[in-house]
């Protein structure tokens, strides 16, 4: 779920809010950068993340400009598989707007499964849970070059 922050205020406050969580263990982000050039188009994330209950959320962000050339389902398959890997997590989701073909697309090429929809600020959104690692593990693989 992409945020939109009209403040200033807000946006400090989001940056500590990540800060904290980095610290604790509960947020990881990283870029996705074109390999020709190591240009950053959006980013992938892992939050909320909970070590005691092995799950979290994950979300991605990529600037319109790079849209269906595949960095955003690399960039994903990279934080699937860091939770997994890295992470020990057992239950992944994603938080979705039904609107969002593309991420539901992404979602799914991942493995993850619809499981419901809930309301939040904005609208509803759907949950789409990965629930453990993936059966084929070519999902955790890097594309081919």
Avoid at 9 to 34: H, K, N, P, S, Y
Avoid at 82 to 106: C, F, Q, V, W
Avoid at 114 to 128: K, L, Q, V, W, Y
Wanted: charged share 20%; hydrophobic share 40%.
């Amino acid at each position: 779920m992409w945020l939109r922050l009209s403040r200033r205020g807000e946006a400090a406050t989001l940056l500590v809010d990540r800060e904290r969580g980095c610290g604790a263990g509960e947020f990881a982000q990283r870029a996705i950068a074109r390999r020709s050039d190591d240009l950053m188009s959006g980013s992938c994330a892992l939050f909320a993340h909970q070590q005691v209950h092995r799950r979290a959320a994950i979300g991605y962000a990529l600037a319109s400009a790079h849209w269906g050339r595949g960095y955003a389902t690399e960039g994903a398959r990279a934080v699937v598989r860091m939770a997994y890997e890295d992470l020990g997590a057992t239950h992944l989701i994603s938080l979705i707007r039904p609107g969002n073909k593309a991420s539901i697309r992404i979602a799914e090429k991942l493995g993850a499964v619809r499981e419901s929809t809930i309301e939040m600020s904005g609208g509803p959104a759907h949950i789409f849970a990965y629930g453990g690692p993936p059966p084929d593990p070519t999902l955790l693989l890097p594309p081919p070059a």
